[in-house]
C-alpha cells in the first residue's frame, strides 16, 4: 500500500493527529533511524493529544464562559483578599469531583465572574464539562421551555453539566415560578455535580433575597451544605482598568 493510500485510511479512520504526525515523519528524514516501535508510539502519542485538545475545544465551545479567564492570571493583591492556599485546592477540581460547591461573592467590579470563569476554563483544561449562565437568562430558558413543552429536557440538560456556573445572583428579583425552578435544577444537582454561584449579595442575605421561606431554607441547604466560600474585597477592578 502506497503512503498516500495509508494517510488516506487514516482520514476514513478520523486519525487526523496521527495522519499529521505521520506526515511531519516523512519530511524529517533523520527520524528514519528511529526503529518502529519508537516512531509507531510517537503516533499514538500525537494522536491521543489531538483527541484531548479537541476535547478541550469542545467542552470550552459548550461552556459558552462570558470571559475567557486563565488561572495563569490570577491577580492575589491583598487588597482582594484572596488566599493562595484555598485557590490552589479549587484548581485542583477535586470539589468539582467531589460534587461540592463554590459561592464568590463581593461587590461589583472585584472580579466575581472573571473567577468563576477560571475555575471554569481550569475545568475545561482537566476535561470536565461545564456550562456557564446568568441567572436571570436561564430561568427565562426556563420560562420558555415550560411554555414550548421542553422544560424536562432542559433541566436534564443542565443536570448533565458537571460543573455549572450560575453569575449574577442576586441582581435580578426572582419569580415565583423562577424559584420554584432554580430549587428543581439544585436539587438535581446536589450530591451529584458542582454548582459555582456568583453574587454581588453576601451569602446572609440570600435567605432574604429570595423572599419565600420554605423554598430559601431549601435552595440554601442546598448550595451551603458542602461550599467553598470566596469572597472579594477591593476596589472596582474595572476602575483600575479606566
Given at each position: 500500500m502506497s503512503i498516500e493510500a495509508t494517510l488516506r485510511?487514516?482520514?476514513?479512520?478520523?486519525?487526523?493527529?496521527?495522519?499529521?504526525?505521520?506526515?511531519?515523519?516523512?519530511?524529517?528524514?533523520?527520524?528514519?533511524?528511529?526503529?518502529?516501535?519508537?516512531?509507531?508510539a510517537m503516533l499514538v502519542d500525537a494522536e491521543e493529544l489531538y483527541r484531548l485538545n479537541s476535547r478541550k475545544e469542545r467542552l470550552l465551545r459548550a461552556a459558552k464562559l462570558r470571559v475567557h479567564a486563565h488561572p495563569e492570571d490570577l491577580s492575589?493583591?491583598?487588597?482582594?483578599?484572596?488566599?493562595?492556599?484555598?485557590?490552589?485546592?479549587?484548581?485542583?477540581?477535586?470539589?468539582?469531583?467531589?460534587?461540592?460547591?463554590?459561592?464568590?461573592?463581593?461587590?461589583s467590579g472585584t472580579g466575581k465572574t472573571w473567577l468563576g470563569c477560571c475555575l471554569g476554563m481550569q475545568a475545561v483544561r482537566n476535561g470536565i464539562s461545564?456550562?456557564?449562565r446568568m441567572v436571570s437568562r436561564l430561568l427565562e430558558e426556563f420560562e420558555l421551555a415550560r411554555i414550548e413543552g421542553t422544560a424536562p429536557r432542559l433541566r436534564a440538560k443542565y443536570r448533565r453539566a458537571d460543573l455549572?456556573?450560575?453569575?449574577?445572583?442576586?441582581?435580578?428579583?426572582?419569580?415565583?415560578?423562577?424559584?420554584?425552578?432554580?430549587?428543581?435544577?439544585?436539587?438535581?444537582?446536589?450530591g451529584e455535580r458542582a454548582t459555582i454561584v456568583c453574587g454581588q449579595l453576601p451569602v446572609e442575605n440570600w435567605h432574604a433575597f429570595i423572599d419565600n421561606p420554605t423554598i430559601a431554607?431549601?435552595?440554601?441547604?442546598?448550595?451551603?451544605?458542602?461550599?467553598?466560600?470566596?469572597e472579594l474585597s477591593g476596589q472596582s477592578l474595572r476602575r483600575k482598568v479606566v
Open positions: 485510511k487514516m482520514d476514513d479512520l478520523k486519525l487526523k493527529g496521527m495522519r499529521d504526525a505521520l506526515r511531519q515523519q516523512l519530511e524529517t528524514p533523520n527520524l528514519g533511524d528511529m526503529i518502529f516501535e519508537d516512531r509507531l492575589y493583591g491583598v487588597e482582594r483578599d484572596l488566599d493562595k492556599a484555598k485557590m490552589a485546592r479549587l484548581l485542583s477540581c477535586d470539589w468539582i469531583h467531589r460534587n461540592q460547591n463554590v459561592l464568590i461573592t463581593g461587590k461545564v456550562s456557564y455549572l456556573i450560575l453569575d449574577d445572583f442576586g441582581v435580578s428579583k426572582l419569580k415565583a415560578v423562577g424559584k420554584h425552578d432554580l430549587l428543581e435544577l439544585l436539587d438535581d444537582r446536589i431554607d431549601a435552595i440554601l441547604d442546598r448550595l451551603t451544605s458542602a461550599a467553598h466560600r470566596i
